[in-house]
C-alpha cells in the first residue's frame, strides 16, 4: 500500500510536466472546407512562466516537511501520509476549472504541494515502527520505488491522454485513482503493528524485539533533541545528499520531455515514453540496491557506515559521469541511454542517504527526513525557474549542456560531503533510555534473544 502510495504521489507531481506540453503547444483546426489552419497553443505561456508554474508545487511542498514528521512521530504515519495523498489528488480533480488563471493554477499547485509534502517523512515515522533493523533498506526501497513506477507511468500515460482524450483529462484521470488508493490505505493499514488486528502474535513480537520498543508510550516519550539534531554531521551529511540528488531528480522530472521536444524533435506521445525510461530503471534498481544492502550487513561484508557511504557514492559517481555524457551526447539514442543509466543507477545514493536517518536515530527518523526533504525541496523550486531562464524561447544544445553541469556539480559535491560526514551508527543524542521492565516475558523466555532482556 506505501508503494502504491508513492505511486500515486508521483503521478499527481508529475503529470502538469507532460500536461503543460500539452496546454502551450500548437493546435490545428479543420474549417468546414477541409482547409486546416493552426490556432495556435490554448495557453500563450512563456518559459519563465512555464517554469514558475512547474516549480509552483515546490513552495507549499517545502512548508510541510518538517511538520510532516512531527505529527507523524506524534500521531502516526497512517493518517498524515494518506491525508497528504487524498487532498493533492482532490486539488489535482478540480485544476482543470482553475487552469485558465494562471495565478490560480499556480495556487492549487502550491495547495497540492502542501499537502504532499508530509508523505516521505510521515512514512519514516511509519517504518520506524514496523521496519526491523536487517529489513530496513529493502522495505523502504521497495515502497519507495512506488514513486519511480509512478512517473514511468504518469509521463507516457499523461500523453497518451492528452492526445486522445485532452490534456484536461489527465488531471481528472489520476486524482480519480489517488482517491481510490485512499479509500485502500483507511481499510487496510495501521500506524503500528500492535494497532493491526490481523497480525500474528509471532510477528508482533519480532518486530518489537528487533526495534527494542517496549510500550508505544515510552517511544513516543522520548523529547526532541532539536540541537543535537541541528549539529549533527550525519544529520548535515543526509540534507546536503538529499539537496544535490533532488536537483538532479527534479530537473529531469520537470524539464526532460521540453529537452526532448526541444533538441531532438519528439512529438508529444514519443516525449512521454522516453521520459519514463530513467525512472523505470530507477524502480528496477531501487529495491534490487536495497536487498543488496541488506544482504551485505546481514553477512557483515561492510559496517552499516561503510554500506550507506559506498552506496551513496556509488549512486552519485554514476550520476555524474553518465550526465556528462548525456551534455556532450550527439544522438537521441545515447541521450536516453546515457539519462536511463544516470537516473536508474542513482538509486544506491537513495539507498544510502534516504535510509540513513533509521540508522542514526530511528525514533527522530520521520523529524530527520522533515528536514532533510526541507532543504531537499529546494531544488525543486529553484532548479526549473533557473532552467527557464537559462533555456530561451530558441532553445540551443549549449543552453542544455548548461543545465546537466550544474546538476552534475552537485552530484560531485554530495558524494564527496556524505563520504567526509556521514554516519550509519545511533548518534548518543537518539540512545534510546533502557526500560526498567520488559513486557514481553521474563529473561527465562527462551522465545526471546537474551539482549532483549
Known amino acids: 500500500m506505501t508503494f502504491f502510495g508513492f505511486f500515486n504521489a508521483y503521478t499527481l507531481r508529475g503529470n502538469l510536466s507532460i500536461a503543460i506540453v500539452a496546454m502551450t503547444s500548437d493546435r490545428n483546426e479543420t474549417l468546414k472546407n477541409g482547409t486546416v489552419i493552426n490556432i495556435g497553443p490554448e495557453f500563450k505561456w512563456s518559459n519563465e512562466i512555464q517554469g514558475y508554474i512547474l516549480s509552483s508545487f515546490f513552495y507549499g511542498y517545502i512548508t510541510t516537511q518538517l511538520l510532516g514528521g512531527y505529527f507523524a512521530k506524534k500521531y502516526g504515519g497512517k493518517i498524515i501520509f494518506g491525508t497528504g495523498i487524498a487532498v493533492t ?52 526501497m521497495f515502497a519507495s520505488a512506488g514513486s519511480y513506477f509512478g512517473t514511468v507511468i504518469a509521463l507516457p500515460l499523461s500523453a497518451l491522454l492528452a492526445e486522445a482524450f485532452g490534456w484536461r483529462s489527465i488531471f481528472l484521470f489520476f486524482g480519480a485513482v489517488g482517491l481510490f488508493w485512499y479509500a ?28 527494542e520498543i517496549n510500550t508505544k508510550e515510552e517511544f513516543e516519550k522520548v523529547p526532541v533533541p532539536w540541537k543535537s539534531i541541528a ?48 525512472y523505470l530503471a530507477m524502480g528496477i534498481f531501487v529495491p534490487v540496491a536495497g536487498q543488496l544492502a541488506d544482504f551485505v550487513l546481514t553477512k557483515g561484508y561492510l559496517t552499516v557506515t561503510q554500506c550507506r557511504k559506498t ?21 537521441e539514442i545515447v541521450t536516453v541511454i546515457c539519462l536511463t543509466f544516470a537516473v536508474g543507477i542513482g538509486a544506491f545514493a537513495f539507498v544510502g542517504y534516504y535510509v540513513n536517518p533509521l540508522d542514526i536515530a530511528p525514533q527522530y527518523a520521520s523529524i530527520i527526513v522533515g ?75 527462551q522465545s526471546i534473544e537474551n539482549k532483549a532482556c
Do not use: H
Not at 529531469?252 to 533538441?263: A, C, E, G, S
Open 231 to 278: 549539529s549533527s554531521k550525519a544529520v548535515l551529511a543526509i540534507c546536503m545528499s538529499n539537496i544535490c540528488e533532488n536537483w538532479g531528480f527534479y530537473t529531469f522530472l520537470t524539464q526532460l520531455p521540453k529537452y526532448l521536444k526541444d533538441i531532438y524533435s519528439f512529438d508529444l506521445g514519443t516525449s512521454g515514453f522516453l521520459s519514463g525510461l530513467p
Open 311 to 331: 552506496w551513496t557514492f556509488v549512486g552519485f559517481s554514476a550520476q555524474f559521469v553518465f550526465l556528462l555524457a548525456v551534455a556532450f551526447a550527439s544522438s
Open 184 to 211: 485502500c490505505w483507511l481499510y487496510i493499514v495501521t500506524s503500528s503493528p500492535d494497532q493491526d488486528s490481523k497480525i500474528s502474535e509471532e510477528e508482533l513480537k519480532y518486530i518489537q524485539i528487533s526495534l
Open 371 to 445: 528536514i532533510s526533504n526541507t532543504f531537499g525541496t529546494l531544488p525543486g523550486i529553484i532548479s526549473p525557474i533557473l532552467s527557464g531562464y537559462i533555456v530561451s524561447d530558441n532553445p540551443t544544445v549549449e543552453q542544455w549542456q548548461t543545465v546537466f553541469f550544474i546538476a552534475a556539480g552537485l552530484y560531485i559535491i554530495g558524494a564527496i560531503v556524505f563520504v567526509i560526514c556521514a554516519s550509519g551508527e545511533v548518534q548518543s543524542w537518539a540512545q534510546k533510555r533502557v526500560p526498567k521492565s520488559n513486557i514481553y516475558g521474563s529473561c527465562d523466555d
Open 89 to 140: 489528488a482532490a486539488a489535482t480533480l478540480i485544476t482543470p476549472w482553475l487552469a485558465n488563471n494562471v495565478y490560480l493554477l499556480i495556487c492549487v499547485r502550491v495547495i497540492e504541494g502542501i499537502f504532499e509534502g508530509v508523505t516521505y517523512p510521515s512514512v519514516a515515522g511509519l517504518w520506524s515502527k514496523w521496519a526491523p533493523p536487517l529489513e530496513r533498506s529493502g522495505l523502504m
